[in-house]
Nanobody, 121 residues
Framework: QVQVVESGGGLVQPGGSLRLSCAAS????????MGWYRQAPGKQRELVAT???????NYGDSVKGRFTISRANAKNMVYLQMNSLKFEDTAVYYC???????????????WGQGTQVTVSS
């Protein structure tokens, strides 16, 4: 079983910055990718950013140029640096980890509980 824990959410004014952290632990042999998704009230969950084990990144169109996903020095941990925040960035941000627990197992997705980000003046 894989545990995924997000942290760093909070209240920030428009134009401000926030950094989210995601840490994965448990039955992990290898991680293919870690990423961030978000869900605003009444909307579907959407891609924010992903980072693969070979350092390929992918960003949602609405956050390109403002958000950056990066790998932390600690194992199995990533950050999401969010700059120039807008009202519409308000959402619950979820971390997803695609990992395998053994050489014979396939990759599976594990999700965290989410962290609230609220952009408000």
């Amino acid at each position: 079983q894989v545990q995924v824990v997000e942290s760093g959410g909070g209240l920030v004014q428009p134009g401000g910055s926030l950094r989210l952290s995601c840490a994965a632990s448990g039955s992990i042999l290898s991680i293919y990718a870690m990423g961030w998704y978000r869900q605003a009230p009444g909307k579907q969950r959407e891609l924010v950013a992903t980072l693969t084990s070979d350092d390929r990144t992918n960003y949602g169109d609405s956050v390109k140029g403002r958000f950056t996903i990066s790998r932390a020095n600690a194992k199995n941990m990533v950050y999401l640096q969010m700059n120039s925040l807008k009202f519409e960035d308000t959402a619950v941000y979820y971390c997803k980890v695609r990992s395998a627990e053994s050489l014979s197992s396939s990759y599976e997705d594990s999700w965290g509980q989410g962290t609230q980000v609220t952009v408000s003046s």
